[in-house]
Structure formats: C-alpha cells, structure tokens
C-alpha cells in the first residue's frame, strides 16, 4: 500500500490479529540474544522448519481438478484445499499468509522464551506473561493517565496533552511524523495529517452496512467508561459516539488519502495555524516535542482545518471522555482480563473472530514491536542462511532486468519518458532479509515487574527515535520494517524495495524448489514492490524519489486510461454479499499485483536461457509459475474480515489478487488454453497493457 505518511508502499499480507497490543509500533536494536527458548527450541525441531508444498514447491492436491482454470483460477489451484480446511477460531483467515506468519512466530519463540529476564527482550516478555501480577494490578496502571485528564482544565493544555499520546497511551485529532520531502526528497520534513477515529475508516461511521460493528464500538466504549469509574457512561459513550462522527464527517475516503497530488499540501507552522484555527497548534506542537516548522506536508487538508473547527466548538468535557476512553483503549491490552476481554468483544465484530489469541503470541506481538531489530538480528542468524540471501538477490537482480526490457519494448510510451522510468529503475535500491546496520536500544529501560511501564516507556523511545529524524539527512538504509516481518514495501519517496527475512521462507521461497516456483511465487512478490514505483502514484515520482511529472502528456494520459479500464474490472468483483471492489482505493496495488506477475514471468523466461522448461509431474513450466502463483495467496477468510478489507484496506482480497491479474496475461491464456466462452475470459484487446 501506498502510504506517504508511513513512506512505504507494501505487499501487506493481510493478517487481522485479535487484541494486538496497540502502542506496539516497529522498534528495532543492537545487541545479538544469544539465548534460545529452552522449550522451544530443544522442543520440536521440526515445527520451526519452512513449509515446502510436495517436492518441487506445489501442492498438488490442493487443486479441484473439477474446476476449469479459466472459469475460477483460484479454486482450480486451491479448490481442495478450500474443501478441508477450516479458518482457526482465533484467526481472521487461513492460508499461506497465516501459514508462514504462524512460522515465524514459532520461530521467534524459540528465541524470545528463554531469554533471561535480566535482557531486554526477556524482561519484556517475562513482564507481559506475569499474568497474575497484571491480574493482581487490574486498574491501578491507568489510573495516573486518566486522572492527567481528568486534570486538564482548557483546551490548550488538552491540544498539548494529545501532541504527547504519539508516544504514549491516548489519542489525537491530528498526527504527523517526518519523512522525505516531497520536493527534496533527500531531507525529512514533518507530514501531518487527520486522525482521531477509533473504528478502521470513515465509513463504520457513515454506512448502514456498519451498524453492527457501530453499536459494538460504543458498547465498547460503555464497558470501558465504566471501567474507569464513569458516573454514566451509557452518556460518555454517546458523547464519544457523537464526536467522532463528527470527525468522520469530515475526514477524507481512503481513496483520496492515497493520492499524492492531493495530500502534498506544504505549510509552514504559522500558515497551518492561520489556515485551520481553533485547535492551539502552538500547543500541540510542544506537547509533540516538534518546534516550529517552515515546512509540513498537511495531508487532508480540509479534513485538518475542519476537525480543527470542530475541536473548537466541542465542550472540553467531551473531548477529556473521549481522551480518557482512548487512554484506556490504547492501554487495554495491558492491563487485567476484563479490560482485554472488553476489547476483544470490539474487536471481533470487526475481523469475526471468535478467539483471543494466547497470550504468548500476544506478548511477541509486543516484543516484536518494541524490539524488533534485536529480536531480527537473532533471527535472521537463525533462520536466513547467506546462501538464501545469495540467491533472493539474484532473483531480484533478474526481475529489475525483466522491468528494464518490458519498459523499452513498451508500445504505447514515448522515448523520453522511457527514459525517466529507466533511471528511476536503475537506481531503485534492493535491501534483502535484515538491515546493514542494526539498531540500538541500550537507552530504553525493561523492567520484567512492570508491564504497563515498559510499554509507556517503549512507546516514548520509539517516537524519539522516529523524531529524530525531522529536518535531518534521510538516511535510505533504515528498514521501516523487522527482518522476522511477513511481508516487503517499495519505500515511495526512498526509491528502494525491501524484503524482509520472515517473508524469505517456503512456500513463497525456497532454494530446493523449482525454478518456476520461486517466480510465481515470491517472484511476484518482488514484481509487485518494484511497480509500485511506476504504479499510478507511484509514476508521479521521479528516479530520486521527488515528486515531479517525468511523462509527456499523451503518456499519461494513455496510462491513466489504461488504469481507467483495469479499475472496471475490479469494480465488478463481489468480495463479500453487498461489498464490491472499490478500484480507486485499491489501484496501486491491483497494478503492481498485475505488472508484477508479468514482471516476474518474463524473469522466469529470461531464467530458461532459451531452453526449454522441463515438464514435471505432467506440469509444464509456465502451469507451475501460474499455479505457484495461485497457491502463494490462497486464503480463506472470514465474512466480516473482509468487509473490514474492502472498507479500510487497498490491497484488494486474496481472491482477487489472482483472479485480477491472471485474466489480463496472455501466457497465462496459452498456459491453461483457456478459450472464449470461460466465465473470466477477456478478449486480448480487452487485457489491460500497463508496463
């Protein structure tokens, strides 16, 4: 996903995570654990190994052999497992995604559970499965944070104390962080933009569709007023209710936030402050640890100057409920079992599940946040041998060839703007398994008795460190994601792809599987990142990562009509009763998933070297790319998980990730001899011709 603010543009693998600590942001380190978890390790040897379909990297029995290719690729490829398999209670979905996820997670327990408490990664862990020690506590953590806001008594020290919830438990109207100018891409500048909703997107608010989620919310909200003592909180969550509609209201679609043209919006602090009065931005700011700026890309930009308005014109008593709600809310997974059953009973309105994941796998998902590269720098040792980082670059070294050839064969694009993309391509940096430099973290205090203060102070250290990044050198070796991360980005304004060593693993990649494989399968992966540099945002940046127009006219225009006729195809696919494809927020990602795979078939026939590829088991090379494809996204999700997708998310389901792109290819045509008459046969003028 594009997402300037974040500055990555991701595969995001989707995995919906029930009671996910919230204040666990991507927070990386230096020392190496040397401890492995004793249970774990010494355990099962063979639960911790990378799952390989069959002997060459496809699960022959996962397809309906029952099923044309041509009438529904997904279940030709995936109908038999669809027919076994049933999606785990505490899981959003199944598949590859969780598959390989669930791995890593065996994986970084065998790191984390045995490392002594008096490390940083041990006494983070030890303190989040002290469950009596939480449970003996129940309340008493939060009750400082509540009563500072109890204590605010304008709204100027309310706009100071919502500055300083970015690192820390609560919530604000507004949020912003540094990243690469969008004009000189080589410095960090502040990006500010809406905020403010606790339910996924504008649209839980707005939409009769959401009701059911809606009313789980503010029973939600009740719980949790109680919870901290409120008089009445049937009133404080209407109130709350009340306020964030109102932000909704005037809150931007996901579509348009995806937009760079529309979100580069560059003010100084004083022209923000003459633009959208009535929240103390001066204020804000120092509650932010931010001084005054002379440059700050405002995002939503009415949305900013109305959300503004509308804090000025709601009593400050509704704006302290809703802050002690979100203090709490924030802070929920720490604290005794009701307040994480409260959440959970939110929660799983939104993504159907029906379990709380245990609580082992919760406090990773803590000490994956909080410590990430400490954690990574084992792992990758472990678990992402050199000889695998070896041949990754390879592959990637073959797919920015292949994208070198597609653009100057490219029929419809003029010489000039081939040769902007091709600079821009050359110098798109590769980062592969884990960071050159790794992070360090001798600076943040663990205490293995105090849950809710290491989160507190983790929390602080990582805004720190993210901040201190403001108007300095943009530094594009840093990785915006944790080695043991199962997923990779293309960094937007950086002009780098990255790739995670969590995603490096068996079935979407392997050193002892066909040849064919790993380029259906995580050869797509690393198509997609790198055409999210000339997606239809990501073409609106230049080779050193400026936003700039490099294309004539009429190439931009035959590509925007070309992405015009792509988005109506989506616009017709029914993800779940009542809930269609939305092809304007989910663009970028459809074209990268589609000139990606195509990015990687080339690669894989440039990899033949002119010869032949060999049948196996009565496959031939192309079928087995095709189907390594399929079988790499294949999932099963749950209803209301996906409605949550298509609402919040721009990366379309699983489905249609490979029903979307397969249709448009014509070697995918020859592979199957899918012919006309097939329920998702296009006539070849009708396939979309991007890259």
Same mark, same amino acid.
């Given at each position: 996903?594009?997402? +300037?603010?974040?500055?990555?543009?991701?595969?995001?693998?989707?995995?919906?995570?029930?009671?996910?600590?919230?204040?666990?942001?991507?927070?990386?380190?230096?020392?190496?654990?040397?401890?492995?978890?004793?249970?774990?390790?010494?355990?099962?040897?063979?639960?911790? @190994?990378?799952?390989?379909?069959?002997?060459?990297?496809?699960?022959?029995?996962?397809?309906?052999?029952?099923?044309?290719?041509?009438?529904?690729?997904?279940? +030709?490829? /995936?109908?038999?497992?669809?027919?076994?398999?049933?999606?785990?209670?505490?899981?959003?979905?199944?598949?590859?995604?969780?598959?390989?996820?669930?791995?890593?997670?065996?994986?970084?327990?065998?790191?984390?559970?045995?490392?002594?408490?008096?490390?940083?990664?041990?006494?983070?862990?030890?303190?989040?499965?002290?469950?009596?020690? !939480?449970?003996?506590?129940?309340?008493?953590?939060?009750?400082?944070?509540?009563?500072?806001?109890?204590?605010? *008594?304008?709204?100027?020290?309310?706009?100071?104390?919502?500055?300083?919830?970015?690192?820390?438990?609560?919530?604000?109207?507004?949020?912003?962080?540094?990243?690469?100018?969008?004009?000189?891409?080589?410095? *960090?500048?502040?990006?500010?933009?809406?905020?403010? #909703?606790?339910?996924?997107?504008?649209?839980?608010?707005?939409?009769?569709?959401?009701?059911?989620?809606?009313?789980?919310?503010?029973?939600?909200?009740?719980?949790?007023?109680?919870?901290?003592?409120?008089?009445?909180?049937?009133?404080?969550?209407?109130?709350?209710?009340?306020?964030?509609?109102?932000?909704?209201?005037?809150?931007?679609?996901?579509?348009?936030?995806?937009?760079?043209?529309?979100?580069? *919006?560059?003010?100084?602090?004083?022209?923000?402050?003459?633009?959208?009065?009535? #929240?103390?931005?001066?204020?804000?700011?120092?509650?932010?640890?931010?001084?005054?700026?002379?440059?700050?890309?405002?995002?939503?930009?009415?949305?900013?100057?109305?959300?503004?308005?509308?804090?000025?014109?709601?009593?400050?008593?509704?704006?302290? &409920?809703?802050?002690?709600?979100?203090?709490? /809310?924030?802070?929920?997974?720490?604290?005794?079992?009701?307040?994480?059953?409260?959440?959970?009973?939110?929660?799983?309105?939104?993504?159907?599940?029906?379990?709380?994941?245990?609580?082992?796998?919760?406090?990773?998902?803590?000490?994956?946040?909080?410590?990430?590269?400490?954690?990574?720098?084992?792992?990758?040792?472990?678990?992402?041998?050199?000889?695998? @980082?070896?041949?990754?670059?390879?592959?990637?070294?073959?797919?920015?060839?292949?994208?070198?050839?597609?653009?100057?064969?490219?029929?419809?694009?003029?010489?000039?703007?081939?040769?902007?993309? #091709?600079?821009?391509?050359?110098?798109?940096?590769?980062?592969?398994?884990?960071?050159?430099?790794?992070?360090?973290?001798?600076?943040?205090?663990?205490?293995?008795?105090? #849950?809710?203060?290491?989160?507190?102070?983790?929390?602080?250290?990582?805004?720190? +460190?993210? &901040?201190?990044?403001?108007?300095?050198?943009?530094?594009?070796?840093?990785?915006?994601?944790?080695?043991? =991360?199962? *997923?990779?980005? /293309?960094?937007?304004?950086?002009? @780098?792809?990255?790739?995670?060593?969590?995603?490096?693993?068996?079935?979407?990649?392997?050193?002892?599987?066909?040849?064919?494989?790993?380029?259906?399968?995580?050869?797509?992966?690393?198509?997609?990142?790198?055409?999210?540099?000339?997606?239809?945002?990501?073409?609106?940046?230049?080779?050193?990562?400026?936003?700039?127009?490099?294309?004539?006219?009429?190439?931009?225009?035959?590509?925007?009509?070309?992405?015009?006729?792509?988005?109506?195809?989506?616009?017709?696919?029914?993800?779940?009763?009542?809930?269609?494809?939305?092809?304007?927020?989910?663009?970028?990602?459809?074209?990268?998933?589609?000139?990606?795979?195509?990015?990687?078939?080339?690669?894989?026939?440039?990899?033949?070297?002119?010869?032949?590829?060999?049948?196996?088991?009565?496959?031939?090379?192309?079928?087995?790319?095709?189907?390594?494809?399929?079988?790499?996204?294949?999932?099963?999700?749950? =209803?209301?998980?996906?409605?949550?997708?298509?609402?919040?998310?721009?990366?379309?389901?699983?489905?249609?990730?490979?029903?979307?792109?397969?249709? /448009? !290819?014509?070697?995918?045509?020859?592979?199957?001899?899918?012919?006309?008459?097939?329920?998702?046969?296009?006539?070849?003028?009708?396939?979309?011709?991007?890259?």
């Amino acid at each position: 996903m594009m997402k +300037y603010l974040g500055g990555a543009a991701s595969l995001a693998i989707t995995i919906a995570l029930a009671a996910t600590p919230a204040l666990a942001k991507d927070a990386p380190a230096t020392a190496s654990l040397h401890a492995a978890g004793a249970e774990e390790a010494a355990g099962d040897a063979e639960s911790l @190994k990378a799952l390989t379909f069959g002997t060459w990297g496809v699960d022959l029995g996962a397809r309906d052999p029952n099923v044309k290719p041509g009438d529904d690729f997904d279940k +030709y490829a /995936n109908g038999g497992w669809f027919a076994r398999t049933e999606i785990p209670s505490d899981q959003a979905s199944a598949g590859v995604d969780y598959d390989v996820y669930n791995l890593t997670q065996r994986q970084l327990r065998a790191v984390v559970a045995g490392a002594p408490a008096t490390s940083q990664v041990g006494g983070l862990y030890q303190s989040f499965m002290d469950e009596a020690r !939480v449970e003996a506590l129940g309340a008493k953590p939060l009750l400082a944070d509540i009563g500072a806001v109890s204590a605010i *008594n304008d709204k100027s020290a309310m706009a100071r104390f919502m500055g300083g919830t970015q690192g820390g438990f609560g919530a604000t109207i507004v949020s912003g962080g540094p990243y690469a100018d969008t004009a000189d891409p080589t410095v *960090n500048v502040l990006w500010l933009g809406q905020a403010g #909703l606790g339910l996924p997107e504008r649209d839980y608010y707005l939409s009769d569709g959401f009701k059911p989620q809606r009313d789980a919310y503010r029973a939600y909200i009740a719980r949790t007023m109680k919870m901290v003592g409120n008089a009445d909180p049937e009133k404080a969550a209407d109130a709350v209710m009340a306020f964030e509609t109102e932000i909704a209201k005037v809150s931007w679609a996901i579509a348009d936030r995806r937009d760079i043209g529309k979100i580069n *919006n560059p003010m100084s602090s004083d022209e923000l402050a003459a633009y959208a009065p009535g #929240l103390d931005w001066t204020a804000w700011f120092a509650g932010a640890g931010i001084a005054p700026q002379k440059r700050i890309i405002v995002n939503e930009k009415t949305a900013v100057r109305d959300i503004a308005a509308l804090y000025a014109r709601t009593p400050l008593d509704t704006i302290k &409920l809703w802050q002690q709600f979100h203090v709490a /809310n924030s802070a929920a997974p720490y604290l005794s079992k009701s307040f994480v059953d409260s959440r959970f009973e939110y929660t799983k309105a939104l993504s159907g599940v029906g379990e709380l994941r245990p609580r082992w796998k919760r406090g990773l998902t803590l000490v994956d946040g909080s410590l990430g590269e400490l954690v990574g720098e084992t792992y990758s040792t472990q678990y992402f041998p050199a000889s695998a @980082k070896a041949k990754m670059e390879v592959l990637v070294a073959n797919l920015k060839l292949a994208m070198g050839d597609r653009i100057r064969a490219n029929s419809w694009m003029a010489p000039a703007t081939k040769q902007a993309a #091709l600079a821009k391509l050359a110098k798109m940096d590769v980062m592969v398994g884990y960071p050159d430099k790794w992070r360090d973290y001798a600076a943040l205090r663990i205490d293995p008795t105090d #849950l809710y203060g290491n989160v507190k102070r983790s929390s602080a250290f990582e805004y720190a +460190y993210a &901040l201190g990044d403001l108007n300095k050198p943009v530094d594009r070796k840093k990785w915006a994601m944790n080695p043991q =991360e199962v *997923n990779a980005y /293309n960094g937007g304004l950086e002009n @780098k792809i990255v790739f995670p060593a969590g995603i490096l693993q068996a079935p979407y990649f392997s050193e002892s599987v066909d040849d064919a494989v790993n380029y259906g399968a995580i050869g797509a992966v690393i198509g997609h990142e790198i055409i999210h540099g000339f997606d239809d945002q990501g073409r609106k940046i230049d080779a050193d990562g400026a936003v700039r127009d490099w294309w004539t006219a009429e190439d931009a225009a035959k590509f925007d009509a070309a992405a015009k006729a792509f988005g109506a195809q989506y616009a017709t696919y029914e993800a779940a009763p009542g809930s269609f494809i939305n092809p304007d927020l989910t663009m970028g990602e459809n074209i990268a998933d589609l000139a990606g795979l195509e990015v990687a078939y080339d690669a894989y026939q440039r990899s033949l070297g002119g010869k032949p590829a060999p049948v196996i088991d009565g496959l031939t090379g192309d079928q087995r790319f095709f189907l390594a494809f399929a079988q790499a996204w294949r999932t099963k999700q749950r =209803e209301d998980a996906i409605k949550q997708q298509v609402a919040s998310d721009p990366h379309s389901p699983a489905r249609w990730r490979i029903i979307g792109p397969v249709r /448009n !290819v014509d070697a995918w045509y020859k592979a199957f001899g899918v012919q006309a008459g097939a329920k998702y046969y296009l006539k070849p003028e009708e396939r979309t011709r991007i890259w």
